[in-house]
């Protein structure tokens, strides 16, 4: 039996599938005879030593966790500085450590979480305390670098294809009489992935998405209205999939929602699809309506991607075994071995090759014109959205979710006042 105590934290927008990673985590690290902690709200559970012990936790409990969305211990958005600037705060999360024997922190989010268990990785080195430190993937925006895909996000692309399809059969419905353009925002601030998987709601040239924006291109509104215009004359309706970072030659983003920079020093977005609908209204007349799906793609557990439900279980799964291993400072990645039939495995990639790097699509993933995908877009995304992980229903006809108890250990040091 393995000695210490394993930490999890989730960290960042919380996905369809995060859970399910958690609940692998626990159960491999109960089969290994490990004492499991969570951090309640991430980091900031951690510092604040507001440790959940999951042994309270029943079998059955654990299980269900794979299949609930959100986030089930909480998270946050709280980044951590340099060690240098943000000292304290590293002293104190070795402080809660010591006191709880913890071994192995694992810490499941995006590259900001990436850079934080390297962060924490460096100080325990440096303080020599035994830590492993692995950080556990997780994004909807497809963006950390290394690994083919990042679990979150097949879920999320398989939600807005889906979504972006069935919205567009309404609007073929109505365009004699009633709406022309529908206009959906898709998540996305740097790397256009979620609004590119809209691309696979349609597979013939005036299908819908008939036109796509994304941040990778500059946007150019008298471009845009023309091709809107274009579309409608030749199919009679045109749907619009935009990403929430498209940005202006100059960088500026076209929705800036006015609400400054969270904690992980992001503009706060929102608001480009009604953006887009009223130039679109105003300068071709249209009627149009638009969509803000925003936590809804992250949330929709009932259309997870099996795939992606399967990659977050083997990503929590393989973080247990490689922080077992002594494997320090690595995240679990997933790696494409075959795309017909569609094939993958774990392996592990230093944190210091996935924090602070960010994966854009490849150039030719977008068609030339700039407004839809590829064959080869086509040819990488397709897998991720593959099979359906449906949750139970109970007879209410609502899904079966479970609440954790996440009951509190004793703390053994004084408040933080950080």
């Not at 934290?9 to 599938?17: D, E, H, K, R």
């Not at 691309?199 to 796509?212: F, V």
């Not at 009223?278 to 803000?292: A, F, I």
Request: hydrophobic share 40%; charged share 25%; aromatic share 8%.
């Amino acid at each position: 039996m393995a000695a210490g105590t394993l930490l999890y934290a989730q960290s960042g927008g919380v996905t369809a599938v995060i859970n399910a990673s958690a609940s692998a985590v626990i159960t491999e690290a109960r089969a290994r005879k490990i004492k499991v902690l969570a951090a309640r709200n991430g980091i900031l559970g951690a510092l604040r030593e507001d440790l959940i012990d999951t042994s309270k936790e029943s079998a059955a409990a654990i299980r269900a966790l794979a299949h609930t969305p959100g986030g089930a211990f909480g998270s946050c958005r709280y980044k951590l500085k340099s060690l240098e600037a943000d000292s304290a705060k590293y002293e104190r999360l070795l402080q809660v450590f010591k006191a709880h024997d913890v071994r192995y922190f694992l810490y499941n989010g995006g590259n900001d979480s990436a850079d934080t268990a390297l962060k924490v990785s460096q100080l325990a080195k440096a303080y020599d305390y035994p830590l492993t430190c692995i950080g556990v993937p997780k994004t909807v925006d497809n963006d950390l670098a290394v690994t083919d895909t990042c679990p979150g996000f097949g879920s999320a692309a398989k939600y807005t294809a889906v979504s972006v399809r069935e919205a567009a059969l309404d609007v073929a419905a109505m365009a004699e009489t009633s709406t022309k353009v529908f206009v959906y925002e898709a998540m996305g601030r740097h790397a256009g992935w979620l609004a590119a998987a809209a691309g696979l709601a349609g597979k013939n040239p005036d299908d819908a998405p008939q036109i796509i924006l994304f941040p990778e291109r500059a946007y150019d509104e008298a471009a845009f209205l023309a091709q809107v215009k274009k579309v409608v004359a030749k199919v009679g309706w045109c749907v619009v999939v935009a990403s929430e970072g498209i940005q202006y030659a100059d960088g500026r983003f076209v929705a800036d929602a006015g609400g400054g920079k969270d904690s992980f020093g992001h503009t706060q977005l929102g608001g480009v699809a009604s953006y887009l609908a009223g130039r679109v209204k105003n300068e071709l007349g249209m009627k149009v309506h638009w969509t803000l799906p925003d936590y809804l793609q992250r949330s929709a557990r009932h259309i997870a991607s099996k795939s992606d439900w399967d990659q977050a279980q083997a990503a929590g799964k393989a973080a247990v075994q490689f922080a077992l291993k002594g494997q320090n400072a690595v995240m679990p990645v997933i790696v494409r071995t075959s795309d017909s039939p569609y094939k993958w495995k774990i392996e592990a990639a230093p944190l210091t090759k996935v924090a602070n790097h960010e994966k854009k699509m490849p150039n030719n993933f977008l068609r030339k014109d700039g407004y839809g995908i590829t064959e080869a877009a086509r040819k990488y995304l397709e897998p991720l959205i593959r099979g359906e992980a449906y949750p139970p229903y109970g007879r209410d006809g609502l899904p079966n979710y479970v609440s954790l108890k996440n009951v509190a250990v004793k703390k053994k040091l004084p408040k933080w006042e950080g």
